[in-house]
């Protein structure tokens, strides 16, 4: 079994900036593309970045595009999503996924393991 941990959440002010961390660790081959969720109490999770393996391409949500940066530390098993300019609507839970292949998806089901997620709050 494959276990994937997020860290690095936080309370910031608008404007301000966080970096969160995924590590997995447990599983012999760490060949996953890898997103980025984030959910907010009533609402469906949501899909806001992803990185590939193979070609280490990358795709985010309009909301964040441009402010947010998914890419992939050393050593491999380790992913980050950098966070700027935050708003108060970026406030939610935030889950890391690991999908087995090259390929990230932007459909929650298609993931094999999740984070147990990491709190992000951004005040006014």
């Known amino acids: 079994q494959v276990q994937v941990v997020e860290s690095g959440g936080g309370l910031v002010t608008t404007g301000g900036s966080l970096r969160l961390s995924c590590v997995t660790s447990?599983?012999?081959?760490?060949?996953?593309?890898m997103g980025w969720f984030r959910q907010t109490p009533g609402k469906e999770r949501q899909f806001i970045a992803g990185?590939?393996?193979?070609?280490?391409?990358?795709y985010y949500e309009d909301s964040v595009r441009g402010r947010f940066t998914i890419f992939r530390g050393i050593p491999e098993n380790k992913v980050y999503l950098q966070m700027n300019s935050l708003k108060p609507e970026d406030t939610a839970v935030y889950y890391c996924?690991?999908?087995?292949?090259?390929?990230?998806?932007?459909?929650?089901?298609?993931?094999?393991?999740w984070g147990q997620g990491t709190q992000v709050t951004v005040s006014s």
């Open positions: 990185i590939s393996w193979s070609s280490g391409s990358t």
């Open positions: 996924a690991a999908r087995y292949g090259s390929t990230w998806s932007t459909v929650g089901r298609d993931y094999d393991y």
């Open positions: 447990g599983g012999t081959d760490s060949r996953y593309a």
